[in-house]
Structure formats: C-alpha cells, structure tokens
C-alpha cells in the first residue's frame, strides 16, 4: 500500500465566517478523517495556521503571509494508505473543505526513499 498527501486548499476564512461555523466544520473535518481511520487508512494530519505565516523565495526574502494577492492558500493536509491515486482520490472526494467554492484538495503520492 502506498501513502498519498491530500493538501486542502482554500481561501483564508479567519475573520469570515463565525466561531460557530468554524466549530461546525472541525467537526466535520474530525468525522471525516474518523471515517477514514476507521478503514485503518489515516496515517496522519493537520491543519495550517495563516497567522505568522512566511515564505522564503530563492533570492532568501522572506515575506510575510498569508497574501492578499493569493487566491487560495494551503490550509491544512492530512495523509492516507491507499492503493491507488484513485482510491485516495474518492478520500478526498469526501472533504469538508470542498463545501467552499473553489476550494480543492489535491491528492500526491508521497515518495518513500529506500
């Protein structure tokens, strides 16, 4: 079995929406990825904080994020066992975060060295 990456992409929502909806999509979130560890197939995860956020680029600047000119943002990740990119495909098919508009999880096969 393979480990694949979902990374949630998605507009920054502090400040936008109430304490109550966040709560609401936590858990959302939380059953989700309880469904998946319930198949034994969630390996790990997070989410990603916007506040102090950095970006190096390859002059070494660093900048201050997240950024206003960015359309979406990366939000959080979790990774899964799967045996295909398909199959962890139909994973992230089930993601809180698609409920917003535009918002995308984008499914990578994590490469094990050895």
């Known amino acids: 079995m393979k480990e694949y990456i979902l990374l949630f992409r998605h507009e920054n929502a502090n400040g936008k929406v109430s304490p109550e909806q966040m709560q609401q999509w936590m858990k959302q979130q939380m059953d989700w990825i309880d469904?998946?560890?319930?198949?034994?197939k969630f390996v790990s995860g997070t989410g990603l904080l916007f506040e102090d956020a950095k970006v190096?680029?390859?002059?070494?600047?660093?900048?201050?994020g997240p950024f206003g000119d960015v359309k979406e943002t990366l939000g959080g990740y979790i990774v899964?066992?799967?045996?295909s990119a398909d199959e962890?495909?139909?994973?992230?098919?089930?993601?809180?975060?698609?409920?917003g508009e535009g918002?995308?999880?984008?499914?990578?096969?994590?490469?094990i060295a050895g």
């Open 88 to 99: 962890a495909a139909e994973f992230a098919k089930g993601a809180p975060v698609l409920q």
């Open 80 to 83: 899964v066992k799967a045996n």
């Open 56 to 64: 190096v680029n390859h002059k070494k600047v660093v900048t201050n």
């Open 35 to 40: 469904s998946i560890a319930a198949q034994n």
């Open 103 to 111: 918002n995308t999880v984008e499914v990578r096969q994590i490469m």
